[in-house]
């Protein structure tokens, strides 16, 4: 059982920053895949990044490519989720996810593990 806590969502204006953190229970977080999902109102979960277990691969949706940038310190249970240049369309609700295996997943159906989430609000 892995439990996920997000921290570091909130209100920025469109060009800023913000760093969203999901601090992971249990003792084998380097064995577990980690995501990040975003919910707008009405719309699907968006994969918005994943990051493989040793941390050295990892996806980022076109919305996103150049812009964010996900990243894990294993030995404090973490993953972050830098985002930069923030647009008005990236607010939405953002989940932590943890999967099985350490390869990057891509898929939402293989994701076990989810956070509460975390609003960010970008205005314009």
């Known amino acids: 059982q892995v439990q996920l806590v997000e921290s570091g969502g909130g209100l920025v204006q469109a060009g800023g920053s913000l760093r969203l953190s999901c601090a992971a229970s249990?003792?084998?977080?380097?064995?577990?895949?980690m995501g990040w999902f975003r919910q707008a109102p009405g719309k699907e979960h968006e994969l918005v990044g994943a990051i493989s277990g040793s941390g050295d691969t990892t996806y980022y949706a076109d919305s996103v490519k150049g812009r964010f940038t996900i990243s894990r310190d294993n030995a404090k249970n973490t993953v972050y989720l830098q985002m930069s240049s923030l647009k008005p369309e990236d607010t939405a609700v953002y989940h932590c996810?943890?999967?099985?295996?350490?390869?990057?997943?891509?898929?939402?159906?293989?994701?076990?593990?989810w956070g509460q989430g975390t609003q960010v609000t970008v205005s314009s």
């Open positions: 996810t943890a999967g099985p295996g350490s390869r990057v997943v891509v898929d939402p159906l293989e994701y076990e593990y």
């Open positions: 249990g003792r084998t977080f380097s064995s577990y895949s």
